[in-house]
């Protein structure tokens, strides 16, 4: 069947990590995007501060345990703008302060898929 739309929305794979494979360092959170991401939800279900970083050096978000946080990229983007994850883009994770000792670490998405 085609579709009279140029792109769609789908849900992307569930990626997670749990308590003990989170370090001190960035390590990666999966792999790379593989394709652009418009709306991303990140849940902390541990009981310790979870840090993101999309360079493995930089802090760029912060999640104390059992908070999440929800970016929706287009809804309010002017008309025509692409606004979106790019296509590649690495996630890393690290906990600050204490180590947790329980839970995982998720992040949901929707991703900008081509219509057939």
Known sequence: MSL???DIAAFGNLRSVAFGSITSSYVAFGSALATPVVVV???NNTNGIILVSTDGTNDKLVYPGLSYGVYDLRTNAPEGDPFYLPQA????VKYSG???TSGS????SVVL???T
């Not at 670490?105 to 949901?108: G, I, L, Q, T």
Request: net charge positive; proline share 10%.
């Open 41 to 43: 939800a990140f849940k």
């Open 113 to 115: 898929t081509k219509a």
């Open 4 to 6: 009279p739309f140029k």
């Open 105 to 108: 670490f998720y992040m949901e």
């Open 98 to 100: 204490s180590a947790p």
């Open 89 to 92: 883009l690495q996630f890393y």
